[in-house]
C-alpha cells in the first residue's frame, strides 16, 4: 500500500472517530453459536485500566451476551481523588455497559509486588469464590508499574487460593509481554467507545491528554501482534486497532496451559467457546 494510500485510510479513521466519540453506537449482535455466556471480571489496577485493556471483554459483551464487571482493585495513590474517580470509573463503565466493584471503601492501598498482604489475597479471592468468572483479566507480571505487577501477583494468589477454574488473560499497557497469542481487533466503533469511556476519567485526562493517544497503542499492538500471534513473517493483519492478551487456562487454581494462539477478527462474531478452544 502506497504512502498516500495509508494517509487516505487514517484521514477516513479519523473523520470516523471524530463522529463516534460523541455517542458511539452500541452493538448487540446475536450471539454466536457456543457455549452458555459467562462472566468476566477485570482486575484493574486504577481507574481507566478497564478501557484501556477492556476490547476483549467489551466484544464479548456485545456478541456473546456476556456480563462484564471491574473490579476496582485501587483509586489510586490521591486519597483525595478517590470518591471523584470512583464516580468517574462509573461513567466509563456505563460507555461500556460493565458493572462496577469496589474493593473495600477506598479500594486497597499499597498494592506491591513485594509487600503482597494476606488480607488483599483473600479480598480478591473472596470475589473469585462468589462470581466464579470464566475470564479474569490482569497485567502481566513486568508490566512496568507497581501497581499493575502487585495486581498481578495478587490476582495470581487469589486465583490459587479460590481455586477456580478459568481463563486468565494477562494485560500490558506500561511494558509488553513476551508470549501474547490473542489479538483481538475492535472496528471503527468499538475503538471509539474504548476512546469514549477513557475520556470520562475527566481528572486523569486534564493533566494528560492519553485518550487521544489509545488508537496508536491499539494500532502498535497490530504491528507487534502480526508477528508475535500470526508467527513472524507472516502476513499482518488487515485491520487498524486491535488488543494483545496471553490467554493462559487455570484449573483448580493453577495454570495448566497457555490457549492457542489466534487472531479475532472484528467481521467474526466471539463466542464462549472462544476460552475452550
Known sequence: MSLEADLARWREHLTRFAALLGNPPDRHATPAPGAAPGHCLIFAPHPDDECIVGALPLRLRQEA?????????????????REARWAELLDACAVLGFGCIRVGEDGLSDVRADAVKPEQVEALAALLTEHRPALVLAPHADDDNPSHRGVHRLVVEAIAAAKVDTVLALTE????????????????????????????????IERNPY?????????????????????????????AFATLYRLIACRAGQPVADLPRRVFPAAQALSSDLLTS
Request: aromatic share 6%; charged share 20%; glycine share 8%.
Open 65 to 81: 451476551g456476556w456480563r462484564v464487571s471491574n473490579v476496582a482493585v485501587t483509586l489510586g495513590s490521591n486519597a483525595e481523588r
Open 173 to 204: 499497557f506500561w511494558s509488553t509481554q513476551d508470549q501474547p497469542n490473542a489479538l483481538v481487533e475492535t472496528n471503527i466503533a468499538d475503538t471509539a467507545r474504548l476512546i469514549a469511556a477513557l475520556e470520562r476519567h475527566t481528572g486523569e
Open 211 to 239: 485518550h487521544l493517544r489509545l488508537p496508536a497503542f491499539l494500532a502498535d499492538a497490530v504491528r507487534r501482534g502480526g508477528e508475535l500471534v500470526l508467527g513472524a513473517g507472516e502476513a499482518p493483519p488487515d485491520f
